[in-house]
Every structure is written in C-alpha cells, then in structure tokens.
C-alpha cells in the first residue's frame, strides 16, 4: 500500500552509525542503541516448542499443533525485531537530515562464526528502513566503505585492534573511547566526502531519478514514468517535453526528459 511523502523540515543535523553485536548501534555522538537480542531471549522458548514436535507422532493432530506454536514463537521474535528497528530508525530519521552508515557485507558476516548474533541483529533490514523513511521524509542516508573505519583514529592514525579489543586508545592524539563510537566517528566525515564525490560525478542524481520522488511546484511528486537526466543516451519514444525538478533528497535540480 504507496502513500503519499511527507517531507521533514529541512535539518543540518548528521551523524554516523555505527552497528555492532555488543551494542546494535553507535552514533558518532556517543550514543549507543543497546542490542535486545530478541532471539537470544527466546532460544530457551524456541527449544522447548521445537522438542515438542520432534516428540510428536508424524502426521497426528498434535504434531500439527506443536508445530502452528512453533511457527508463532518464530513470528513472535521476528515481529519484535521488526518493532524495534522500526522504532529506531523512526528516531533517527527524525532528528537527523543526513545519516551515514557502513556499506557492510552482511550476508558474508552472516556466513561466518557469529552468524546467529548476525542474523539476530538484523543489519540489512534496519539500513533498508532508514534507507526508504529518509527518503520520503526529503532526507538522506549515505554508504561509505567499511575497510578501516575501525583501525583508524578520528585524527587520521592508523591504530590495528583485533575483534577483542572493544577500546580505542590512540597513541597519537591519546583519544580513549569505545571502539564502536570512535567507528561512527570516523564514518560521519567518510559520508560526507561520499556524497560529495557522487554529486560531481553525477550518481547522486541518478539515485534521486531512480526513486522517482521529486519536489515539483513545492510538492513532492512520485513520478509515473522513467526519467533520466540530460546528457544520458537518448531513448526510443522521446517526447518533445523537457522539466525543470528539485530533488528532495539532496536539493539537486536537474532537467528531465520525460518518456511513455
């Protein structure tokens, strides 16, 4: 079910997030979002309700109920994660108007010794969240490159800590923090400079054509048609019509063709 955008009042306010398996995320502020662990908690309720129908008789009425409580113990863990990261994600988009975050590999973390922390975390979903809500509130999220955002210190020093080494003590500027807030530190700067670049070279506006969600006469319209901007390879059934758009997710204004 598509409603219609409504557009947050433009913020100067950023930050970096980065996510994690003590805490679920650290903003580049100092705050961190504690980790629920919301399947963790359930595994003693999940063993119970998986042993039942394992005891149970293949094909009895029993063994069909033992099953509809194990499929609704499942539901439940996945609704509570969903509520969660929908509640966080609402937050952050609220006070923030640009957020940047780590472009990570989750599905090949997942694949790895702590895949069930990986997959109780929910990384992907809670990215695609702030992903679709900043751009129908006219803000945005940045992916930066997550190679060395934790070895490196906010003053630009390399500093090597391996997965146990949960504080960063730089020896040049002497910074001591937590490892994951010194990462979102070092992400807020690394987004800014992304989105920079991909606005010279022009991928920013080709996202904000993709989404189909402009600001036009004040309003922000979900375009019917596909558009691409000027300059691009012309394509069959052109018309003769030509607009003049604002983007609303990065205040890019660009002319557009439009096609049937």
């Known amino acids: 079910m598509e409603g219609e955008a409504a557009p947050l009042p433009v913020s100067d306010c950023a930050t970096g997030i980065d996510v994690g398996l003590n ?3 650290a903003l580049s502020d100092g705050t961190e979002i504690q980790n629920p662990r919301h399947y963790r908690r359930a595994e003693a309720r999940l063993r119970r309700c998986q042993q039942k129908v ?12 033992a099953v509809r409580l194990l499929q609704r113990a499942h539901v439940h ?11 966080e994600s609402r937050k952050l988009v609220n006070e923030y ?8 590999n989750v599905k090949g973390l997942a694949g790895g010794m702590l895949a ?62 937590g490892r994951d807030v010194v990462s979102a530190q070092v992400i807020l700067p690394n987004g800014r400079d992304s989105a920079l670049r991909r606005q010279r070279r022009g991928g920013s506006l080709m996202r904000c054509l993709r989404s189909r969600r402009v600001l036009r006469d004040g309003v922000v319209t979900f375009l019917p048609f596909q558009i691409y901007s ?23 204004s660009f002319h557009i063709y439009w096609f049937q």
């Open 230 to 252: 000027t300059g691009y390879r012309n394509r069959t059934k052109l018309q003769n019509t030509c607009d003049f758009l604002e983007c609303t997710c990065c205040t890019f």
């Open 116 to 177: 069930k922390s990986v997959h109780d975390a929910g990384w992907s979903m809670f990215v695609t969240m702030l992903v679709y809500k900043t751009e129908c509130a006219g803000r945005r999220v940045v992916k930066v490159d997550p190679r060395g955002t934790s070895q490196t210190c906010v003053c630009g020093t390399r500093v090597p800590k391996t997965l146990a080494d949960r504080w960063h003590e730089c020896p040049a500027c002497g910074l001591s923090v």
């Open 97 to 104: 108007g640009t957020i940047a975050v780590e472009d990570l």
């Open 54 to 65: 394992a005891r149970r008789r293949m094909g009895s009425n029993r063994r069909r109920k």
């Open 77 to 87: 863990v996945g609704n509570q994660r969903r509520d969660f990261q929908h509640k």
């Open 23 to 25: 805490s679920f995320a």
